[in-house]
């Protein structure tokens, strides 16, 4: 589901990029290479910095999400998310240096493991 989720935003991404391509393009076509184009490409650096800013967001509303979800008596539980990362294989840094992406449905996985049987009558865990 946030493996999908993901996804679909690195599709658009990508089709944004092709389309600011076509259009630097034609803008080129038009005025010839000026030193002050209207429509700039995404450097390479700005498009990893945006998929960094996205997955980082996405993990933390992940872990809110299941702090939320498997609260009780409305206290939501604590989450280390250092271990909880480990426990996934979830690295940001490591998946953009490889080109990969991470893997969100594996984190909330953990998550529900982890948090899961929190507030479950006794013999339920």
């Not at 993901?6 to 391509?21: E, G, K």
């Not at 002050?36 to 945006?50: I, L, M």
């Not at 250092?82 to 992406?101: H, M, N, P, T, Y």
């Amino acid at each position: 589901m946030f493996n999908h989720f993901i996804q679909t935003f690195i599709d658009a991404q990508t089709a944004a990029w092709r389309h600011y391509r076509a259009i630097t393009a034609t803008e080129k076509r038009l005025f010839g290479e000026g030193q002050d184009p209207a429509v700039r490409v995404p450097t390479t650096a700005q498009v990893v910095d945006e998929l960094r800013r996205t997955y980082e967001t996405l993990a933390t509303r992940i872990i809110w999400k299941a702090r939320e979800q498997f609260a009780c008596g409305g206290k939501r539980p604590l989450v280390d998310r250092a271990a909880i990362f480990k426990a996934a294989g979830f690295d940001v840094e490591r998946s953009l240096a490889l080109g990969e992406v991470p893997d969100f449905d594996l984190l909330w996985t953990m998550l529900e493991a982890q948090l899961g049987n929190i507030g479950a009558p006794a013999g339920e865990r």
